[in-house]
């Protein structure tokens, strides 16, 4: 009896609220009709109280969904294992061995052929532990350390996609003769990332990721890798230029370290310095498509801060030409580590330690300090895989090569 009686209440009032929400409204200006009255009476619906204008809930819908859908962000353990102690920190001035300075880009690859092992023996040879690698995957799904998408600029061949090709078609090409020091390596062949990670693992070398495809094959591959491999996550960094791609790989596996690289144009130009500006267009002859990139850098230059945040990254890789002692200060007050890149002339790594305070990406380990006295009292017979002299790397990075 009890449930009736509130049952019934509740169809009354909601047909009490039904009737309240409607009012008359009489229209003055209406027609005149026999067969109606001289004045139309309408039934016009109330605007509920809990209906926002069209802008401002699709804001607030915007915001919740940014809010639910960020990452977690992951072990801070595995981010100050692999960076090491903020340069200026009481605990950097107690363990100043541990600060990072220098990373070598490629492998150092103006000392040695970029991606291979050969650069990564070099690195440890130099006692320089930290690395970074460009990864990208083959048709057969082979993760191969390649920053190119074909094989031109290193081999001198017509490859201009390896991901139409299988690995062992690709694997034997040497990929150093093009190389300045190309005397000093012979026979050079691609690396695979798990070869990489055995030797680097073996040495106790932290290493940058870079993901350069933006495919399956490339994030199952990272993440199997990850998963195989978990002391991993205090070693390795997952970078991409892409947000997508970084948040579907930490998604999966939110204690990977995760980074977003960036610099202006870098969807309708392929080099870019702070003298030239962007340069090489991407798409040179094609009209439409050029002007479609450079609106897609519009609006990455307006929200890559935020996707970063999105994908909750513990460090971000920027073009040197584009860091301030602000940007710095920025990202540092958000937890979130800057590294720059390509940092190769000695004048500018001496600018990036003492002013910026911030590690850096080189292609060289010439100018570095420790590196320099390595150097200095290395014996030059005993060892072939030996830096370019200074008067080549001036010519090399007077080139305009990045």
Sequence with gaps: MAKSVIRTAWRVSGETWRYLSISQRTSPNAPVYLSVPSSTTTLIQRRSLFVLPFGLDVGILGVA?????????PESNNVSSIFGPESGSKESEKHPDRVVKCIAHRGAGLDAPENTMQAFKYCVAME?????MDVRASRDGQLVLLHDQGLERLT????????????????????????PNRQHYKDVTLCLLDDAIDYLLANKV????????EDKQVING??????????????????TFNPFILYQIRKKDPNIVGAISYRPYCFSALNYDAENGPTNPRFAGRLAMQ??????????????????RWCSVSAVLLHKDIVSPREVEYWRGLGIRVAGWCVN???EKLYWRAVLRAPYLANTLMGEPEIEKKVMHHDEDSEPERPIRC?????????GQN
Excluded: Q
């Design 65 to 73: 969904a940014y809010f639910y859908t960020k990452l977690p962000k």
């Design 128 to 132: 320089c532990n930290f690395v970074e």
């Design 156 to 179: 001198g061949t017509d490859i201009a996609d390896v991901r139409i090709m299988d690995w062992d078609s690709i694997k034997d090409i040497n990929v150093g003769v093009t190389h």
């Design 206 to 213: 932290k290493m940058i990721i870079d993901v350069k495809g």
């Design 222 to 239: 990272i993440l199997r890798v990850f998963s195989s491999n978990p002391i991993l996550h205090e070693y390795a960094v997952v970078t």
């Design 291 to 308: 002007t479609f990139v450079r609106f897609l850098d519009v609006i990455h230059s307006a929200l890559w801060r935020w996707t970063a």
């Design 345 to 347: 002339r000695p004048v």
């Design 391 to 399: 008067m080549e790397l001036e010519k090399k990075l007077s080139s």
